[in-house]
């Protein structure tokens, strides 16, 4: 359960985050990946090398470094959300001159070679996304992921048993399942959905009238599935004022998240697990910076990938967040 948003200032400054909500523990660190990278293509037992750095937060286990989200320097964003029931990758197996990818490395493939969106859904056909399983959910974990540039240009990367489905996203919103395309034509159930005030109206001649304020909300999904998450944070970011600046896009931010932001103890998993909220993070892809808070500490923390300039080629792991 996770949901992303992408935000642009009227300053013309893009902004990308999104919540991690997970039932699995995980432990993860901010990182920064130098351009020159060398990492395992655990696939083909080959290796990649990144072309650009990025800035991201993961967690390595069992030798395995995977990312959640992230920018590079080229002020290209992406997340990874689960998306289960519907994904469907090529099992493993070589296939001529395509370049194969492990699913769970799909985000740092992204953001190790590509400058913006058109990079990456060019990038994407000469790639075969394999499944794999990983070391935190011990499965094939189900994924898809959303990915923004500085230009606030939005796709939406899906495999399911259709093939590789690339969508543009005009609403600046995902979610997990269903697939988008479904979660774009549901919102057309909600075009009453309104920051007006209802008005009164007569049944036969009893007077009928709005309890106080935020009647053209009533018809909002007010639950934490996948669908209710999609559709608030929908409406959410069309109607909030356009920031003004990059301070004020940041706070716009975490108002829209906190909306669906999940307690711990509300949502069990069929493992008896609790699913919630274990962080929140914006980027701002003008200037590669991340804001973030975590379920335990509300504060936000800021780092800057270009805080950190080093000819190094070693990978540089920030801490935990």
Known sequence: MCTAISLQSKQGETFFGRNMDFSYDIEPHLYIVPSGYEWNNVVTGGKFRDRYRFIGIGQEL?????FFDGVNEMGLAAAALY??????????AQYGEEEEV?????LHYILGKCTNVEDVVRKLKQVKVSGVIDPVTKTVAPLHWIA????GNCIVIEFTANGLEIWRNPIGVLANSPEF???MTNLRNYTEASPAQAEEAYWGSYRLTPFGQAGGTQVLPGGYTSPARFVRTAYLKSFVPAPENRNDAIVSCFH????VTIPKGVVLT?????????YTAFINTATCEYFFKTYDNLQVI?????????SDPALMNLGGI
Do not use: C, N, P
């Not at 492990?102 to 799909?106: E, G, I, K, P, T």
């Open 62 to 66: 069992d030798g395995l470094l995977g």
């Open 83 to 92: 998306f289960a029931g519907y994904a469907d990758y090529d099992s493993v």
């Open 102 to 106: 492990a699913s769970f490395d799909l």
């Open 148 to 151: 923004v540039d500085r230009g």
């Open 181 to 183: 395309t479904w979660h």
């Open 256 to 259: 829209i998240m906190e909306s």
């Open 270 to 278: 069929s493992r008896d697990q609790y699913d919630y909220t274990k």
């Open 302 to 310: 800021s780092a800057s990938l270009f805080e950190h300039a080093s």
